[in-house]
């Protein structure tokens, strides 16, 4: 007689599971960097004494963009909340292009000052605000097409491929040059 086996993981499963603990790892992280900038603990705002803080718009792009992957990738029968989805990916693009367009529009330089103003501007004499750099803002708008492209047709598919190589890349090019210096 014949008997089932239980399968092992595919390589889908393992990617699923992955990419849901990757998901949590950035949600916690962008709670935990309010509640720093909630309670001014400034252990959870930045990963060490000298470097910058994460800006609050950023952990707050961080938390829409994983929100909205969750709701995206992950298909329900709800309209509203894939609507809620593709409205939290449209935020992040919408933020981030702001953001970038502050680089060369001055008056668009301050869009991710909204949250925590007084805070963020209450430093150390002559220290910079904690800002979303250029590269930061670059990737959340790759990642907001790549969101919105999430349920696309399958040569959006390849899109988003190129866009999360692009993000990897960048990251691991931060990545380097800070380990290098």
């Known amino acids: 007689m014949h008997t089932l086996q239980k399968p092992e993981l595919s390589d889908y499963n393992q990617l699923y599971r992955l990419s849901l603990g990757l998901i949590a790892i950035i949600i916690l992280t962008a709670l935990l960097v309010f509640c720093g900038w909630q309670w001014d603990v400034p252990a959870f705002t930045q990963v060490a004494p000298g470097l910058p803080t994460m ?16 709701i995206l990738a992950f298909p329900s029968k709800s309209r509203s909340l894939d609507r809620l989805g593709y409205f939290m990916a449209a935020s992040v693009l919408g933020f981030a292009t702001i953001r970038l367009a502050g680089y060369f529009i001055p008056a668009l ?33 790759w990642w907001g097409i790549a969101l919105l492209q999430l349920r696309a047709a399958i040569k959006a598919n390849r899109l988003i491929h190129v866009l999360a190589l692009m993000i990897g890349a960048v990251g691991c090019c931060l990545s380097l040059g800070t380990s290098i210096a």
């Open 55 to 70: 800006n609050p718009m950023t952990a707050l792009s961080f938390l829409l963009a994983s929100f909205s992957f969750l």
């Open 109 to 141: 330089a301050s869009v991710d000052q909204i949250l925590y103003r007084d805070q963020l501007h209450a430093g150390l004499p002559g220290a910079f605000p904690a800002r979303m750099a250029f590269n930061t803002a670059l990737c959340f708008v």
